[in-house]
């Protein structure tokens, strides 16, 4: 009997992921037994779930390794589950807004994103090639159906098709490069693989299996040249799920990228970063030059995301940890300002129906000033213009190459940020400039909520989250080294 309390006690790190599996099935449960019409209850407790489990995660902070050697929790693994948490609950609560005509109105969607959660946490905790896996198809599997959510759109359908598709082919890749380096290395517990090149050396076997795994898992962090699925989904799926992909995969992938380069293939730095640095450069160069001619709101959205991933790795291509520290503030940043982007663009309905086009927005800050004044701040921020927030995640990561002597990523970052305003104060323009074309409809109440703080942090980072956020970052990068 003791025994038994002594290794539910040793499973204390993995907490959260128990308690976020345990809801799931209750949830699931419970979308079968009542109505259907009654998807509203269960949203809520899937909201109240991610609720409990950020707060598990933050208030029990337990430090290990379980499972064998599958899974381990530190400082870094509990921040970036704390974004991933924050950034699901956050798509969760903008679906709920005219869920109905989204086709995110059934009960399944919450199950499966909550599912997807799960995933991305036990991404970020994987410390076997094994379990990296298992986190990473758990998410990728509730993503592809969440694509395809509403059935009766083709869009949708189609979307969901093209992600399946190529996530197969991304996997495909991520999975030879895990066989290849188990092959080359006899190991895929991570802090083994990190002992066998530092005794072994490297090998040309060794560094192909590094480049496809990275392969694969720039894939789900949508870096050039791994792109080409997310313009499509983003566009064809409903909005508040493209609010969902904008956000938690992206941290989660983004944190496996960071764990797999600066822990697990550490001995061999030169090698892994000539390629984080090629996906940095291909990523904002690709996306500012892109966006420029995007018409579609949704698809301009996703090369803005494209070029941020390429911002974040700035920061990783140094290596340091003042660099992991420019990755975890910027993702927390970049969330922010994605939620409070999409919400706006949730809340500017026509009698048609959602804008599809920039050119929809017309007039927009005559009818609706409130909307109109955050999603301009919130373009702002995403140029990275002082003093608001975006200005200081960019400040981190190319603080971080420059102390690298990364020169010209450097100097390539600023201009692609500098191409990307072009792209960014035309939707401002058009919002504050034209002649309206079309009549807004009133917003549910959540979303001015979500819009009005996502606008208020943007704008007050520095002298509210500033200090707090980069003392958490500090903390949770030096877990790493």
């Known amino acids: ?40 209850l269960v949203s809520w407790l899937s909201v109240g779930l991610l609720v409990a489990t950020g707060l598990l995660v933050i208030l029990q902070p337990v430090d290990g390794v379980v499972f064998n050697g599958l899974f381990v929790a530190d400082s870094f693994a509990r921040y970036m589950k704390v974004l991933v948490i924050g950034g699901a609950g956050l798509a969760l609560i903008l679906a709920m807004s005219n869920a109905e005509e989204n086709g995110v109105h059934k009960f399944e969607y919450s199950v499966l994103a909550l599912l997807a959660t799960l995933g991305m946490m036990v991404m970020v905790s994987a410390n076997d090639l094994m379990s990296l896996y298992v986190g990473l198809e758990l998410q990728s599997l509730s993503l592809y159906v969440m694509a ?8 949708a359908s189609e979307a969901g098709l093209k992600y399946f598709v190529l996530g197969a082919l991304s996997s495909g890749l991520l999975l030879y490069g895990a066989s290849l380096i188990y092959g080359f290395t006899g190991h895929t517990n991570l802090n083994e693989i990190v002992v066998a090149i530092a005794n072994g050396g490297r090998s040309i076997g060794l560094i192909f299996g590094v480049v496809f795994l990275l392969a694969g898992v720039a894939f789900k962090i949508s870096a050039v040249p791994f792109h080409m699925w997310t313009p499509d989904v983003y566009e064809g799926a409903p909005t508040p799920v493209t609010a969902f992909f904008a956000t938690a995969p992206k941290v989660a992938a983004m944190t496996l990228m960071v764990r797999l380069v600066m822990d697990t293939f550490a001995p061999i730095t030169q090698d892994w970063q000539q390629i984080v640095i090629f996906l940095s450069i291909a990523s ?38 003042v660099g992991v520290e420019g990755v975890a503030i910027y993702m927390a940043i970049y969330i922010a300002m994605t939620v409070g982007l999409f919400a706006c663009v949730l809340s500017l309905r026509t009698d048609t129906g959602y804008v599809e086009t920039i050119d929809e927005l017309a007039g927009a800050a005559q009818t609706r000033p409130f909307v109109a004044a955050i999603m301009a701040i919130l373009m702002f921020s995403l140029i990275g213009l002082p003093p608001l927030a975006g200005f200081f995640a960019k400040w981190h990561v190319f603080l971080a190459a420059i102390e690298a002597n990364l020169y010209v990523l450097s100097v390539i970052g600023v201009l692609a ?10 939707v401002v323009k058009v919002m504050f400039f034209d002649a309206p074309i079309k009549q807004f409809a009133a917003v549910p109440g959540e979303l001015n909520i979500i819009m009005g703080v996502s606008g208020f942090l943007v704008v007050t980072y520095y002298f509210t989250v500033g200090s707090p956020l980069a003392s958490m970052a500090h903390t949770a990068a030096g877990s790493l080294f």
């Open 1 to 40: 009997m003791n025994s038994d309390v002594t290794d539910f006690a040793s499973l204390a790190p993995a907490y959260p992921e128990m308690l976020m599996a345990v809801g799931i099935l209750v949830l699931l449960l419970v979308g079968v037994v009542i109505n259907k019409e009654r998807s509203a």
């Open 148 to 155: 395809a959510i509403k059935r009766d759109d083709t869009r």
């Open 284 to 321: 904002m160069v690709l996306a500012a030059f892109a966006a420029i001619g995007q018409q579609s709101i949704k698809r301009l959205i996703a090369y803005s995301s494209i070029g941020h991933v390429g911002f974040a790795l700035v920061g990783l291509s140094s290596g340091t940890q």
């Open 417 to 426: 940020s500098a191409i990307s305003a072009f792209y960014y104060l035309r």
